[in-house]
């Protein structure tokens, strides 16, 4: 068996270093538990960013990926196949749209919400081609493309990527007054994520989503929910959106909708946003892929059967009021929903979580001073308690 130590340093040798990651290694992982090769325990608390919501390796979709292995994998849209019917009639669904349009990364999906505005906006709206203007909100995350990060405010997702695409303007998150005046005729679409999860899982002022969706119908334009990390029941919501009561006109949807073994993404939205996508406009080879469709579907079904959205809401609620009583004057806040928690510190949190992995919990720091919690959504309460003494012993002064 080779060390964690070998292991580590051959991939830090031949892979380029577009990442720090902590000095763990998931040699196998079970539910919310992942072991190294010296087969030490730990307590995953990222989740691969909300990817696993189901924690690792559920056992039906490890099934549903078997199956679907023995049948077909890939087709490309070249062809039918006999699972993506099935899975785009459930996704639509559970988003309460009409159509779908499957992809693989979140990336991909944000592009294609974009590309659908645009095209909306020219076709529908009658923006000319070229003038189509998107607004989005300062600290977003949307993903990593040329196009995507030249929505971003952040300095090192920018540095050195130029030149950017043009067509955005940038409002402070929350401010619905800064969307109202930065809407003209040109624009056609706002995104937004509805608890922003990279930025250090910043709750919005409430009242601001169900504000700006007003805003953008009084204006005739789109309101696009980036779900990719908030999605799929981690909120304690299917969708976080649902807080508000809002209902966007185009969700984004990646991460958890792959149940954390396959990339799989996707938007939904109404015929008359989708519908102008025609044949040879868009696409994606492995975007729909019966693999991918299969497990996805699994995790939709099994999102619904087992309420989801509610375990998530208890077992988060009571995960945060642990947090909550831990005495440490560093802690600013103890912020989130359902099982996507933030704690804040005054100053960075990488020692902490140094701490904290020594401990047997893995987490890491968002934007250098808050440490995100977000476990697999079926994590039992012994697990809890027994994540939280451990969180405890490192965060109590
Ligand atoms: C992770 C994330 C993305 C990008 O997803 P990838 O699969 O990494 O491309 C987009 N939006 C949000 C809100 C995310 O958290």
């Known amino acids: 068996m080779r060390s964690s130590k070998e292991i580590m340093e051959k991939t830090e040798k031949f892979g380029a270093h577009n990442y720090h990651p902590k000095e763990i290694v998931f040699e196998t992982a079970e539910g919310v ?27 039906e979709l490890v099934q549903a990926a078997k199956d679907q292995l023995d ?21 639509c669904e559970l988003t309460g749209k009409d159509m779908v349009l499957p992809m693989n990364t979140g990336a991909e999906a944000v592009e294609t919400a974009l590309k659908a505005a645009r095209k909306w906006g020219n076709f529908v709206k009658g ?37 950017f695409t043009p067509g955005f303007k940038v409002i402070e998150y929350g401010n619905a007054d800064e969307l109202k005046n930065a809407i003209n005729e040109n624009t056609v679409a706002f995104i937004v994520e509805p ?22 119908k009084e204006n005739n334009v789109l309101f696009i929910a980036d779900e990719v990390q908030t999605g799929f029941a981690r909120t304690g919501r299917m969708f976080a959106c649902e807080y508000e009561g809002v209902i966007p006109d185009i969700y984004v949807l990646g991460k958890a909708l792959g ?3 396959i990339a799989v993404s996707a938007i939904a939205g109404n015929k008359d946003i989708l519908g102008v996508f025609k044949p040879g406009t868009h ?7 019966p693999l991918g469709a299969a497990v996805s579907l699994k995790a939709m079904e099994i999102l619904v059967r087992d309420n989801y959205p509610k ?32 704690v804040e510190f005054k100053e960075n949190a990488a020692p902490y979580v140094k701490k904290l992995i020594e401990n047997g919990v893995l987490a890491k720091e968002t934007h250098d001073k808050t440490i995100r919690f977000a476990p697999a959504i079926p994590i039992t309460y012994e697990e809890i308690d027994d994540a939280i003494e451990k969180i405890k012993k490192v965060f109590s002064k």
């Open 127 to 163: 923006v000319e081609d070229g003038k189509q203007e998107i607004i989005v909100c300062s600290s977003n995350f949307h993903g990593r493309t040329i196009a995507i990060v030249s929505m971003s405010t952040d300095p090192d997702a920018r540095k050195g990527y130029g030149p």
């Open 33 to 59: 538990v992942i072991t190294n090769p010296e087969g030490e325990k730990f307590y995953d608390m990222l989740s691969s960013y909300s990817a696993l919501n189901f924690g690792h390796r559920h056992p």
């Open 283 to 289: 696409g994606s080879t492995f975007g729909g892929n």
């Open 259 to 261: 149940g954390g073994i």
């Open 311 to 342: 375990m998530a809401e208890e077992k988060g609620n009571y995960f945060m009021s642990k947090l909550k009583e831990i005495n440490n004057d560093d802690i600013v806040e103890v912020r989130g929903k359902g099982l996507f928690v933030g």
């Open 71 to 91: 049948k077909v994998t890939l087709t490309s849209r070249a062809f039918y196949n006999s699972v993506l019917g099935d899975w785009m009639e459930k996704l």
């Open 195 to 216: 608890i922003q999860g990279e930025a250090g899982v910043i709750v919005p002022p409430e009242g601001f989503l169900k504000k700006s969706l007003e805003i953008c």
